[in-house]
T-cell receptor, first 117, second 114 residues
Framework: DAMVIQNPRYQVTQFGKPVTLSCSQT?????MYWYQQKSSQAPKLLFH???????NEADTPDNFQSRRPNTSFCFLDIRSPGLGDAAMYLC????????????????FGQGTRLTVV | RKEVEQDPGPFNVPEGATVAFNCTYS??????FFWYRQDCRKEPKLLMS???SGNEDGRFTAQLNRASQYISLLIRDSKLSDSATYLC???????????????FGRGTQLTVWP
């Protein structure tokens, strides 16, 4: 059974039209991550939550926001998608990203492939 | 300087070959290291974790050299099904601006041919 679930798998949105991607987890992990991955590139960390503590990366554009209303769910909001935001968006969880060992292992959802038209 | 650096390859090897990938990381405070496998247009999946000097799982061996800050992955007796991109992942350490973060290398592409 999938433990990290992302919806939708594929999302087409219009240039400038707000879009929300969702992620849910059944692992009860403290940490949830959002990554952006473009073709042939490494996944790029956008932000992560350690429990309710939100951590933004310095180079994440303001166009990207996130919400974590409870342990199980996390959302990625793109306020005004541009053509350059087309990518695979990956959600991941880990039990305790600030710990060590197995607690830091990350489990990924299947990703949402975003197309901007 | 990037947190994690990998040779992107591609590596093209015949079935049965042994192939090795290297990865270097910049944060000496990092405690946890991983190799993930990513198939085309799929999500990364954990292949191996490395917490001490090394780890072996069947045909796969991962080694960690803290002094030189690099991690390696060795695949023996390559199979066609090993064709994928292998991502080196490093936990950002226990303090400072990298606390709790997981950083990815850009991946090394492997193709195993018959």
């Amino acid at each position: 059974d999938a433990m990290v679930i992302q919806n939708p798998r594929y999302q087409v949105t219009q240039f400038g039209k707000p879009v929300t991607l969702s992620c849910s987890q059944t692992l009860n992990h403290n940490v949830m991550y959002w990554y952006q991955q473009k073709s042939s590139q490494a996944p790029k960390l956008l932000f992560h939550y350690y429990d309710k503590d939100f951590n933004n990366e310095a180079d994440t554009p303001d166009n990207f926001q996130s919400r974590r209303p409870n342990t199980s769910f996390c959302f990625l909001d793109i306020r005004s998608p541009g053509l350059g935001d087309a990518a695979m968006y990956l959600c991941a969880t880990s039990r305790d990203g600030r710990g060590a060992g197995v607690d830091t292992e990350a489990f990924f959802g299947q990703g949402t492939r975003l197309t901007v038209v | 300087r990037k947190e994690v650096e990998q040779d992107p390859g591609p590596f093209n090897v015949p079935e049965g070959a042994t192939v090795a990938f290297n990865c270097t990381y910049s944060n000496s405070a990092s405690q946890s290291f991983f190799w993930y496998r990513q198939d085309c247009r799929k999500e990364p999946k954990l292949l191996m974790s490395v917490y001490s000097s090394g780890n072996e799982d069947g045909r796969f061996t991962a080694q960690l050299n803290r002094a030189s800050q690099y991690i390696s992955l060795l695949i023996r007796d390559s199979k066609l099904s090993d064709s994928a991109t292998y991502l080196c992942v490093v936990n950002g350490g226990l303090g400072g601006s990298t606390l709790g973060r997981l950083y990815f290398g850009r991946g090394t592409q492997l193709t195993v041919w018959p």
